[in-house]
Nanobody, 116 residues
């Protein structure tokens, strides 16, 4: 089993920055992909960014150029640096780990609120 715990959410003004972190614990497969998703109020959960253990990175168009995903494999941690945030970035942000065999684990989420 894998447990994921997110942290770093909070209230930030539009144009500001915030850094989210997610730490994985338990029996963690060596080959995995970690990523961030978000669920805005009243909307479906949506993908934000992905970073594979081998280094492949991809971003949703809505955050490209503003958000940066990174990971520390030694600490089993993935981070999301959020810059130039907008009110539409307000959401609960979730961390996900996907194994090579397609098993997915999710954190419980951390709330980010961007005020205008």
């Amino acid at each position: 089993q894998v447990q994921l715990v997110e942290s770093g959410g909070g209230l930030v003004q539009a144009g500001g920055s915030l850094r989210l972190s997610c730490v994985a614990s338990g029996t963690i497969p060596s080959t995995n992909t970690m990523g961030w998703y978000r669920q805005p109020p009243g909307k479906e959960r949506e993908w934000v960014a992905t970073l594979a253990r081998g280094g492949y990175i991809n971003y949703a168009d809505s955050v490209k150029g503003r958000f940066t995903i990174s990971r520390d494999n030694a600490k089993n941690m993935v981070s999301l640096q959020m810059n130039s945030v907008k009110p539409e970035d307000t959401a609960v942000y979730y961390c996900k780990l996907r194994t090579y065999y397609g098993v997915e684990y999710w954190g419980k989420g951390t709330l980010v609120t961007v005020s205008s």
